[in-house]
Nanobody, 122 residues
Framework: RLMESGGGLVRAGDSLTLSCAASGRMFSNNGLGWFRQAPGKEREFVSAIDWRSQRSSYADSVKGRFTISRDNAKNMLYLQMNNLKVEDTAVYFC?????????????????WGKGTQVTVAS
Protein backbone atom coordinates (compact mmCIF):
# COMPACT_ATOMS: atom_id res chain seq x y z
CA ARG A 1 0.00 0.00 0.00
CA LEU A 2 0.92 3.67 -0.26
CA MET A 3 0.79 6.23 2.53
CA GLU A 4 1.25 9.97 2.13
CA SER A 5 2.55 12.31 4.81
CA GLY A 6 3.80 15.86 5.15
CA GLY A 7 0.64 17.80 4.47
CA GLY A 8 -0.43 20.72 6.61
CA LEU A 9 -1.48 24.33 6.82
CA VAL A 10 0.96 26.85 5.36
CA ARG A 11 0.90 30.41 4.06
CA ALA A 12 1.16 31.46 0.44
CA GLY A 13 4.80 31.53 -0.60
CA ASP A 14 5.83 28.82 1.85
CA SER A 15 7.32 25.44 0.99
CA LEU A 16 6.23 21.93 1.92
CA THR A 17 7.54 18.47 1.13
CA LEU A 18 5.19 15.55 0.77
CA SER A 19 6.36 11.98 1.21
CA CYS A 20 4.82 8.74 0.09
CA ALA A 21 5.90 5.47 1.67
CA ALA A 22 5.22 2.17 -0.02
CA SER A 23 4.78 -1.00 1.97
CA GLY A 24 3.77 -4.53 1.25
CA ARG A 25 5.45 -4.59 -2.14
CA MET A 26 8.22 -2.85 -4.01
CA PHE A 27 7.34 -0.22 -6.57
CA SER A 28 10.87 0.30 -7.85
CA ASN A 29 9.87 -0.88 -11.35
CA ASN A 30 6.73 1.27 -11.51
CA GLY A 31 6.18 4.81 -12.58
CA LEU A 32 4.91 6.91 -9.69
CA GLY A 33 2.78 10.00 -9.60
CA TRP A 34 1.15 12.70 -7.52
CA PHE A 35 -2.44 13.82 -8.01
CA ARG A 36 -4.57 16.29 -6.08
CA GLN A 37 -8.23 16.92 -5.53
CA ALA A 38 -9.72 20.18 -4.36
CA PRO A 39 -13.26 20.33 -2.88
CA GLY A 40 -15.87 20.02 -5.59
CA LYS A 41 -13.30 19.32 -8.29
CA GLU A 42 -12.01 16.31 -10.17
CA ARG A 43 -8.79 14.62 -9.12
CA GLU A 44 -6.07 16.13 -11.29
CA PHE A 45 -2.57 15.23 -12.30
CA VAL A 46 0.28 17.05 -10.56
CA SER A 47 3.49 15.23 -11.40
CA ALA A 48 4.91 11.86 -12.39
CA ILE A 49 8.28 10.16 -12.57
CA ASP A 50 9.47 7.04 -14.33
CA TRP A 51 10.98 4.06 -12.57
CA ARG A 52 14.61 5.14 -12.99
CA SER A 53 14.03 8.85 -12.32
CA GLN A 54 15.13 9.67 -15.85
CA ARG A 55 11.96 11.44 -16.85
CA SER A 56 9.51 13.52 -14.90
CA SER A 57 6.50 15.52 -15.94
CA TYR A 58 4.44 18.27 -14.34
CA ALA A 59 1.11 19.95 -14.72
CA ASP A 60 1.51 23.44 -16.13
CA SER A 61 0.08 24.89 -12.94
CA VAL A 62 2.97 23.57 -10.82
CA LYS A 63 5.83 23.59 -13.31
CA GLY A 64 8.83 25.46 -11.92
CA ARG A 65 7.51 25.30 -8.35
CA PHE A 66 7.17 21.58 -7.61
CA THR A 67 9.83 18.87 -7.89
CA ILE A 68 9.14 15.14 -7.84
CA SER A 69 11.76 12.63 -6.76
CA ARG A 70 11.98 9.03 -5.63
CA ASP A 71 14.28 6.76 -3.68
CA ASN A 72 13.82 3.20 -4.88
CA ALA A 73 16.07 1.78 -2.18
CA LYS A 74 13.72 3.19 0.45
CA ASN A 75 10.55 2.66 -1.59
CA MET A 76 9.75 6.35 -1.18
CA LEU A 77 8.30 9.09 -3.37
CA TYR A 78 8.57 12.82 -2.65
CA LEU A 79 7.05 16.07 -3.83
CA GLN A 80 8.89 19.26 -2.98
CA MET A 81 6.47 22.17 -3.26
CA ASN A 82 7.84 25.70 -3.28
CA ASN A 83 6.13 29.08 -3.55
CA LEU A 84 2.78 27.55 -2.65
CA LYS A 85 -0.35 29.33 -3.77
CA VAL A 86 -3.86 29.34 -2.36
CA GLU A 87 -5.00 27.40 -5.41
CA ASP A 88 -2.67 24.55 -4.47
CA THR A 89 -5.02 23.73 -1.60
CA ALA A 90 -6.19 20.15 -2.05
CA VAL A 91 -5.85 16.60 -0.86
CA TYR A 92 -2.71 15.17 -2.42
CA PHE A 93 -2.52 11.52 -3.43
CA CYS A 94 0.42 9.41 -4.48
CA UNK A 95 -0.11 6.57 -6.90
CA UNK A 96 1.79 3.73 -8.56
CA UNK A 97 1.38 3.21 -12.28
CA UNK A 98 0.71 -0.07 -14.03
CA UNK A 99 3.87 0.36 -16.07
CA UNK A 100 7.36 1.71 -15.61
CA UNK A 101 6.71 5.18 -16.99
CA UNK A 102 5.14 8.10 -15.24
CA UNK A 103 1.78 9.04 -16.72
CA UNK A 104 -0.72 11.85 -16.38
CA UNK A 105 -3.88 9.79 -16.72
CA UNK A 106 -5.55 8.50 -13.60
CA UNK A 107 -6.46 5.25 -15.36
CA UNK A 108 -2.76 4.47 -15.74
CA UNK A 109 -2.48 3.98 -11.97
CA UNK A 110 -3.74 1.01 -10.01
CA UNK A 111 -2.40 1.69 -6.50
CA TRP A 112 -3.43 4.79 -4.57
CA GLY A 113 -2.76 6.24 -1.17
CA LYS A 114 -5.50 7.77 0.97
CA GLY A 115 -4.19 11.31 0.60
CA THR A 116 -2.80 14.10 2.73
CA GLN A 117 -4.40 17.53 3.10
CA VAL A 118 -2.47 20.61 2.00
CA THR A 119 -4.04 23.94 2.87
CA VAL A 120 -2.47 27.18 1.71
CA ALA A 121 -3.71 30.33 3.40
CA SER A 122 -3.37 33.79 1.89
Amino acid sequence: RLMESGGGLVRAGDSLTLSCAASGRMFSNNGLGWFRQAPGKEREFVSAIDWRSQRSSYADSVKGRFTISRDNAKNMLYLQMNNLKVEDTAVYFCAAARGSLGASGKDQYNYWGKGTQVTVAS
